[in-house]
């Protein structure tokens, strides 16, 4: 099979993560392996390994039909039969297929923003999906909403799946004392809600004085990102709480940590639960997309109601106050994303399925 993974930027984020993954791991399983970055460029760039066809588009606006031709001179270059999108670069995808009709489309969903009927623009993406030859869900209720919503029969849940990233540089150095660190890896965007941990932390802060709480994620400096420093302003908590933006030695930066947490409002399946994870931490998080399918209540870490602070709170001051707790969830954690969220388990059954909706290159067009 000859393929392209299209994603809009290369900055670190969980789509954007596992766009390079599947490049990468494809590279040495496919006759041809490539990625496109449609409007930006970002850290993630790094990652892509030798093997790995690149190409920028430089997209200046949605219907940028010099960027179009540019990607269909690479397909034509290339001979790519299927294009993989993530995300909102379907739109790119789709566009293509009308100036160049061979290539087929896969769609990989990333978002857990609204699975309901009023998830945004679902009749925009009903109308591409004619366009679609299979989608990827990283859910199981975007699979199901998939399968009631769109007009594409081949529809499949893949888990998201983590690998070993390229070794960095340590450079990001965590404030606070070793062996006392919370740390939160999500960009600063509302659907992740750092809101309900900074209640949290203004909760409980004062009984465990010598915890510090860490934010780490791309900063874009917008209202959410300033209303998060002043609520943190506001609960006199600026020793207590760090905000980092974006980083690339996340690995390392995992390890300076002791707890993992999540308190999104909605959520995909998170590159960064899986992190947490492959580094052997505990998790408190919110009961929210895949997460209560990767943490196991109890035994590899807590699950909260979504917005509850209450049980948030009760839930990580019992790992605060354990450390054998943390060590053992730690390693369940660690056992289930290496025996089911692993590069291996992942890809071997994407290549049944694409060998089954007749996109291996013996059907090829």
Not at 323 to 331: H, I, M, N, S, Y
Request: proline share 2%; charged share 25%; glycine share 6%.
């Amino acid at each position: 099979m000859r393929i392209i993974q299209i994603i809009d930027s290369l900055d670190v984020g969980g789509a954007e993560k596992m766009a390079v993954c599947y490049a990468n791991s494809l590279a040495t399983r496919m006759e041809f392996s490539g990625l496109v970055a449609t409007r930006k460029e970002g850290c993630l760039k790094s990652e892509i390994k030798e093997g790995v066809e690149y190409l920028f588009l430089q997209k200046k606006h949605r219907l940028d039909l010099k960027a179009i031709l540019r990607l269909r001179k690479f397909c034509k270059q290339n001979d790519v039969r299927t294009i993989q999108a993530h995300s909102s670069s379907f739109f790119v995808a789709c566009i293509l297929k009308v100036l160049y009709p061979k290539v087929k489309i896969l769609w990989h969903d990333h978002h857990g923003i609204d699975i309901s009927p009023r998830r945004q623009g679902t009749l925009y993406l009903q109308l591409f999906s004619f366009f679609f030859k299979g989608i990827i869900s990283v859910n199981t209720q975007l699979e199901e909403w998939a399968k009631r919503k769109l007009f594409c029969k081949n529809i499949i849940y893949l888990q998201n799946f983590v690998v070993a990233e390229k070794e960095h540089s340590k450079q990001t150095f965590l404030n606070g004392e070793k062996g006392k660190r919370v740390l939160y890896l999500a960009n600063l965007r509302l659907q992740k809600n750092h809101f309900l941990l900074l209640d949290v932390i203004q909760k409980i802060h004062l009984q465990y004085t010598d915890w510090t709480f860490h934010f780490v994620g791309n900063d874009m400096n917008d209202q959410y990102s300033k209303d998060i420093k002043s609520r943190i302003a506001a609960f006199g908590i600026e020793n207590v709480v760090f905000v980092y933006g974006l980083k690339q030695d996340v690995s390392h930066i995992i390890n300076q940590c002791d707890i993992g947490v999540f308190t999104s409002n909605s959520e995909g399946l998170p590159v960064a639960l899986l992190e947490y994870g492959l580094n052997k931490k505990p998790v408190v998080a919110t009961e929210v997309g895949q997460i209560p399918f990767i943490v196991e209540h109890n035994k590899s870490g807590f699950i909260s109601e979504v917005k509850n602070v209450a049980a948030f709170s009760k839930n990580l001051s019992k790992l605060i106050r354990d450390e054998q707790l943390r060590a053992d969830f730690g390693e369940v954690m660690h056992r289930t994303v290496m025996e089911n969220y692993s590069e291996e388990a992942v890809l071997n059954k994407y290549i049944s399925w694409v060998k089954r909706i007749k996109i291996h290159p013996l059907h090829a067009e």
